[in-house]
Nanobody, 123 residues
């Protein structure tokens, strides 16, 4: 059974930084893409960043240059380093496990989801 457990969320002032972690278990982590999505109140869950099995990266335009996704296959963990945070980054952030090795922006391409971690950015 695949499990994804996020950690690292919290409250921060605008301009601050946070690092989210997602520990995966239950399958060969290095063979699959991983992604981060977020959902703000009243809005649909949206793509943030993804990393493929070979390290190919994708970012949403709203976070490009501020967020960095990375993975440590030895630790079965994917990270999201968030810098220069803005109030509009406030959301529940979800880790997602891809159904294949290829990173994509589509929610439907992710088969597994974590429980989410809250990120709140105050102005």
């Amino acid at each position: 059974q695949v499990q994804l457990v996020e950690s690292g969320g919290g409250a921060v002032q605008a301009g601050g930084s946070l690092r989210l972690s997602c520990a995966a278990s239950g399958r060969a982590f290095s063979n699959y893409a991983m992604g981060w999505f977020r959902q703000a109140p009243g809005r649909e869950r949206q793509f943030v960043a993804a990393i493929g099995w070979s390290g190919v990266l994708y970012y949403d335009d709203s976070v490009k240059g501020r967020f960095t996704i990375s993975r440590d296959n030895a630790k079965n963990t994917v990270y999201l380093q968030m810098s220069s945070l803005k109030p509009e980054d406030t959301a529940v952030y979800y880790c997602a496990g891809g159904a294949s090795r290829w990173a994509t922006r589509a929610r439907s391409d992710y088969a597994y989801w974590g429980q989410g971690t809250q990120v709140t950015v105050s102005s």
